[in-house]
């Protein structure tokens, strides 16, 4: 019988990270996985898109030197060798992760897993027809694309006209016009690359506004930018149909069609809860999502759930740090999972970084807010290396407590400066003592400094 203390259904970041933390801490511990080891994230979402996003800021960087006094002539992109290096990046780091889990003491079954039950000693999971025993069951499937029943859209997947997440980051020819329906994290990251490497890009969104719950004023002036690149926005709009080289959409009652030569759809992601055996333990899904507690515990005794599968924070880090509860759970440490100071990226250029409340959630959670607003101008090295930058950063403080609720900014390296502010917030730290703490100068980052002094 191959019996383990934990197995880990999903190999993405909260299944190998956790599969890690259950090894070390003595389990005997099995991960399935049936593509790759580290799960959407690794293989086709957070680190190919940087990959592609960092050589775009590059060739940015050549065509707009002459700005700071760097003069580049004759510039250009290969398609192809930016994604082979994509895919170098990608290999490494899941080599890189196998190695992981071989040293940490870890089995992982690569193939599709199907959860069978619970047997006499734990739950049974077949992979491949093999059959395995754990005592207790971790699941960690992810998300996958929604792809909505838009007349053509799902055609168009099958035909490779229209795009996921995953087939974005692999084509080898560069679209002339590119319509991306969905303007969230997926859809402008993916505007912002192809924006800089040539594409016309169009992008179609139902709401009033671009990147979702982010900070309404981040939102405007993120758009300012790319409207300024030559990206076209379609707000307030509906796509109708999909067609082959073209889509239709509706504003206001009345019908548009634009040209595309391919089509993103990123409108959005669902957590995987069919398709391996999960009916079988009859877990509890609420609105397609597996139910988790604070300690990611099921309805089910021994079985847990992590990542985007439970559909709280579909975020890689939200999924590293809810498999750690899970462990620390199965283990008997005492553990909880909070989601109030989870930061989140948008890696467009500039990049947008955020944690915490917005004034705007704050005030519907019934908080009473002053809310700071600075411009990124107030820090030196900023200015120095932003030409006509007009990012910004602002704070949201609870006025009862004097403490940090959100910060919200719009600026280069905001992606490596976010989790400061989250630490602000986690610890819950007054706004006086916040003022003590010393930041290096000159940097980006001391503008939350300026800021902290600008509260009331």
């Not at 087939?167 to 912002?192: R, T």
């Not at 409207?227 to 959409?249: A, D, R, S």
């Not at 630490?423 to 980006?444: C, Q, S, W």
């Amino acid at each position: 019988m191959k019996l383990f203390d934990l197995i880990v259904v999903g190999g993405g970041p909260a299944g190998y990270n956790a599969a890690e933390k259950a090894g070390t801490a003595g389990l005997k511990t099995l991960i399935v996985e049936k593509r790759a080891l580290g799960g959407v994230c690794l293989n086709e979402g957070c680190i190919p898109s940087k990959a592609l996003l960092y050589s775009a800021k590059i060739y940015d960087y050549t065509k707009h030197g002459n700005q700071y006094g760097v003069s580049v002539q004759g510039s250009s992109i290969d398609q192809r060798a930016v994604v082979e290096r994509k895919d170098k990046v990608v290999k490494t780091l899941v080599s890189g992760i196998g190695m992981s889990m071989k040293r940490h003491g870890v089995t992982v079954a690569n193939g599709k897993a199907e959860i069978l039950g619970r047997g006499n000693d734990g739950f049974e999971v077949s992979v491949d027809g093999t059959v395995y025993t754990g005592r207790q069951l971790l699941i960690t499937t992810g998300s996958m694309p929604v792809i909505p029943p838009i007349p053509g859209l799902r055609e168009g997947v099958e035909s490779g006209f229209v795009l996921t997440n995953r087939e974005i980051l692999d084509l080898k020819e560069i679209p002339g016009e590119l319509v991306i329906i969905g303007g969230g994290v997926i859809g402008l990251e993916m505007a912002s690359y192809y924006n800089s490497v040539g594409s016309n890009v169009t992008i179609i969104e139902m709401l009033d506004h671009i990147a979702g719950n982010t900070d309404s004023e981040i939102s405007s002036i993120l758009m300012k930018n790319y409207k300024n690149k030559g990206i076209t926005f379609k707000l307030g709009c509906k796509v109708v149909k999909v067609q082959p080289g073209k889509v239709t959409y509706e504003e206001n009652g009345k019908s548009f069609e634009v040209s595309a030569d391919k089509v993103l759809c990123s409108i959005g992601r669902a957590p995987v809860t069919t398709g391996f055996g999960l009916e079988n333990l009859h877990v509890y899904t609420e609105r397609g999502a597996i139910k988790t507690d604070e300690q990611m515990r099921t309805n089910v005794a021994g079985v847990y759930a992590a990542g985007d599968v439970n559909g709280v924070s579909m975020l890689a880090h939200t999924a590293y740090r809810e498999g750690e509860v899970a462990i620390n759970t199965i283990l008997g440490k005492k553990d909880c999972m909070r989601y109030n100071a989870i930061p989140s990226v948008i890696y467009t250029n500039p990049e947008v970084g955020s944690v915490g409340e917005t004034e705007e959630s704050a005030k519907s959670k019934g908080y009473d807010v002053n809310t700071v607003n600075l411009s990124m101008r107030y820090s030196g090295r900023y200015v120095a290396e932003n030409e006509g930058g007009d990012g910004i950063v602002k704070l949201v403080v609870d006025k009862k407590y004097n403490r940090l609720l959100g910060v919200h900014m719009i600026s280069n390296y905001a992606s490596e400066i976010i989790y400061g502010a989250a630490l602000m917030i986690e610890t819950e730290m007054r706004v006086d003592d916040l003022k003590e703490i010393v930041f290096p100068h000159p940097t980006v980052c001391e503008v939350i400094r300026e800021a902290l002094f600008e509260t009331k």
